[in-house]
């Protein structure tokens, strides 16, 4: 029953857990396959030596092989989704085909999500084949959208990213599989997009990121060859310290122990706040070993690279999931959120905050809870980011201007609002790792629910500046001609 105590699941993949169940053994020993094929595909498939039908094929068939050697039968359902929106955007018209994609990709993958849990009861599944089906869910309704864009809308409609982005003719079935299935990504991530992975797979993704800045004033005089061995390193580095820090911190604060007897009936307020804090930064270095362990394997394939820092560095974070330095020093619940599951929070900006036309925070919240999953833990975590949002925005838009004037408050006002910020978020995301009603009720009841209270007594009481339209929409390219003439 979801109302048993359950033990901790990870967000997104959900397989690290432990390190001694055959199912995250088998995750840990795919991605490290894949990180060795990535290296030999960049250096034997190279595409200046290997054709793009070649490359495609390869990078699928590995892909659906690791899937097959995780899941088994469950992987399945991953083929089944792949094959029904393929159909979809082959037959379907342009005016509805990311209409179509979106309701079934993501009825589908409720469906999976519920009879996984609800009907089949199995709870917390080492077989948990829901993460794939997530990643993939993310890239068909992705590609929907800007398929959609740039053969169904007009140009001076779209938004400067979207036109960007737009997809001007429909892929090939050995292109969607291949974006959908390849082995970089398909067992944890992240989303990209389209023209993105063409443009890798076809040779052209470095020299087009190079072109859309100006390369030469960077100090090169002709097009560079960036390798990605150095981002690599440095990502395999980080991987193997959150792996450690998984092995000892997250092992002594389990998530398990908020509903102790301890923590609810004995410990003081003080104390549960700062164990709250605690056991919610050790649940952290499991998501960090396998976003950053995803971005590595993508690295080495030569998929990643997104240009010239102002330093005149290569950058190798197109495909980062997240920002560790960011998310540790974040002065904003906003800014958290920004650089956590970067490639999630941008796909649920691109196909539901930047086009729905009415409640995009509130709309957005529930796809993102949709999306994760049933677990009830997950709709609290997301019921209560929709209230600390609106009151941090709140707040920030009444007091920060009065921290402006001179270093010193500013400096006060900084330290004042991460650790609020850092709270917050352990407050807001415990539910969902804990995933069931009656621990969530516990822990909440044993905080006296009081960030919901202030946050309530915040939106109430202080005043509603209101948001300027352009911070809400994004430019169209007609409005910036409007704004010209």
Same mark, same amino acid.
């Not at 499991?286 to 560095?313: I, Q, R």
């Not at 796909?347 to 999306?371: D, G, H, N």
């Given at each position: 029953m979801?109302l048993?105590?359950?033990?901790?699941?990870v967000?997104?993949p959900?397989w690290?857990d432990?390190?001694?169940d055959?199912m995250?053994v088998?995750f840990v020993?795919?991605?490290?396959?894949?990180l060795c094929?990535?290296f030999w595909?960049?250096?034997?498939l190279?595409p200046?030596?290997?054709s793009p039908?070649?490359r495609?094929?390869?990078?699928?068939?590995?892909?659906?092989?690791?899937?097959?050697?995780?899941f088994?039968?469950?992987?399945?359902?991953l083929f089944?989704?792949?094959?029904m929106?393929?159909?979809?955007?082959?037959?379907?018209?342009?005016?509805n085909?990311?209409?179509?994609?979106?309701?079934?990709?993501m009825?589908?993958l409720?469906?999976?999500h519920i009879?996984r849990?609800?009907i089949?009861?199995y709870?917390?599944?080492?077989?948990d084949f829901?993460g794939?089906?997530?990643?993939?869910?993310q890239?068909?309704?992705?590609l929907a959208f800007?398929v959609h864009?740039?053969?169904?809308?007009r140009?001076?409609?779209l938004s400067?990213e979207?036109?960007r982005?737009?997809?001007?003719a429909?892929?090939?079935?050995?292109?969607?599989v291949?974006?959908?299935?390849?082995f970089?990504?398909?067992?944890?991530?992240p989303?990209?997009?389209?023209?993105?992975y063409?443009?890798?797979?076809?040779g052209?993704?470095?020299h087009?990121?190079?072109l859309?800045v100006?390369?030469?004033?960077?100090?090169?005089?002709?097009?560079?060859e960036?390798?990605p061995t150095?981002?690599v390193?440095?990502k395999?580095?980080?991987?193997?310290?959150?792996?450690?820090?998984f092995?000892?911190?997250?092992?002594?604060?389990p998530?398990t122990?908020?509903?102790?007897?301890w923590?609810v009936h004995e410990?003081?307020?003080?104390?549960?706040?700062?164990y709250?804090?605690?056991?919610?930064?050790?649940?952290?270095p499991?998501y960090?070993?396998?976003?950053t362990?995803a971005?590595a394997?993508?690295n080495? $394939?030569?998929?990643?690279?997104s240009?010239v820092? %102002?330093n005149?560095? =290569?950058?190798?974070?197109?495909l &980062?999931? +997240?920002n !560790?330095?960011k998310i540790?020093?974040?002065t904003?619940?906003?800014?958290?959120v920004e650089n956590?599951?970067?490639?999630?929070?941008?796909?649920?900006?691109?196909?539901c905050y930047e086009?729905?036309?009415?409640y995009?925070?509130?709309?957005?919240?529930?796809?993102?809870?949709?999306?994760h999953?049933v677990?009830?833990?997950y709709?609290?975590?997301?019921?209560?980011?929709?209230?600390i949002?609106?009151?941090?925005r709140?707040?920030r838009?009444?007091y920060r201007?009065?921290f402006?004037?001179?270093?010193?408050?500013?400096a006060?006002?900084?330290?004042?609002?991460?650790a609020?910020?850092?709270l917050?978020?352990?407050?807001?995301?415990?539910?969902?790792?804990m995933l $069931?009603v009656?621990?969530?009720?516990s822990?909440? %009841?044993s905080m006296y =629910?009081?960030?919901?209270?202030? &946050?309530? +007594?915040? !939106?109430l009481?202080?005043?509603?500046?209101?948001?300027a339209?352009n911070?809400?929409?994004?430019?169209?390219l007609n409005?910036?001609?409007?704004?010209?003439d």
């Amino acid at each position: 029953m979801f109302l048993q105590k359950p033990s901790s699941e990870v967000l997104t993949p959900r397989w690290l857990d432990g390190i001694t169940d055959p199912m995250e053994v088998n995750f840990v020993a795919c991605q490290l396959s894949a990180l060795c094929a990535a290296f030999w595909f960049r250096l034997y498939l190279s595409p200046g030596e290997t054709s793009p039908a070649v490359r495609h094929a390869f990078a699928t068939i590995f892909g659906i092989y690791f899937v097959i050697f995780c899941f088994g039968w469950y992987s399945v359902h991953l083929f089944v989704l792949v094959l029904m929106c393929y159909g979809i955007m082959v037959t379907a018209s342009i005016s509805n085909i990311h209409r179509y994609s979106f309701f079934v990709a993501m009825g589908y993958l409720t469906i999976c999500h519920i009879s996984r849990i609800y009907i089949f009861h199995y709870g917390i599944l080492t077989t948990d084949f829901s993460g794939p089906l997530m990643i993939v869910t993310q890239k068909i309704t992705t590609l929907a959208f800007q398929v959609h864009d740039g053969l169904g809308r007009r140009a001076e409609d779209l938004s400067s990213e979207q036109h960007r982005l737009a997809v001007k003719a429909k892929p090939s079935f050995l292109e969607y599989v291949s974006y959908l299935l390849n082995f970089m990504s398909v067992i944890a991530g992240p989303c990209n997009n389209f023209k993105d992975y063409i443009a890798f797979i076809e040779g052209r993704h470095t020299h087009m990121k190079l072109l859309e800045v100006n390369w030469k004033e960077k100090g090169f005089h002709s097009l560079p060859e960036p390798s990605p061995t150095g981002a690599v390193m440095h990502k395999l580095c980080v991987t193997l310290v959150s792996l450690l820090l998984f092995l000892t911190l997250t092992k002594t604060f389990p998530v398990t122990s908020l509903v102790d007897d301890w923590f609810v009936h004995e410990a003081n307020f003080l104390t549960r706040l700062c164990y709250l804090y605690i056991v919610m930064q050790a649940s952290k270095p499991k998501y960090y070993f396998a976003w950053t362990l995803a971005d590595a394997v993508n690295n080495a $394939a030569g998929f990643g690279f997104s240009g010239v820092d %102002k330093n005149g560095n =290569f950058s190798w974070d197109l495909l &980062s999931n +997240l920002n !560790i330095w960011k998310i540790e020093t974040a002065t904003s619940f906003k800014m958290y959120v920004e650089n956590w599951n970067i490639q999630t929070a941008t796909w649920l900006k691109r196909v539901c905050y930047e086009r729905v036309p009415w409640y995009p925070t509130v709309l957005t919240f529930i796809l993102s809870a949709l999306w994760h999953g049933v677990y009830p833990g997950y709709y609290f975590t997301f019921l209560t980011g929709i209230l600390i949002t609106l009151a941090a925005r709140t707040v920030r838009k009444n007091y920060r201007h009065y921290f402006l004037s001179s270093k010193a408050l500013k400096a006060v006002y900084d330290i004042v609002t991460w650790a609020v910020t850092q709270l917050a978020v352990s407050y807001t995301v415990a539910p969902f790792v804990m995933l $069931a009603v009656e621990p969530t009720i516990s822990l909440y %009841k044993s905080m006296y =629910f009081y960030l919901h209270i202030i &946050s309530l +007594l915040i !939106i109430l009481f202080l005043p509603i500046k209101p948001q300027a339209h352009n911070q809400r929409w994004p430019q169209t390219l007609n409005s910036v001609n409007k704004k010209m003439d």
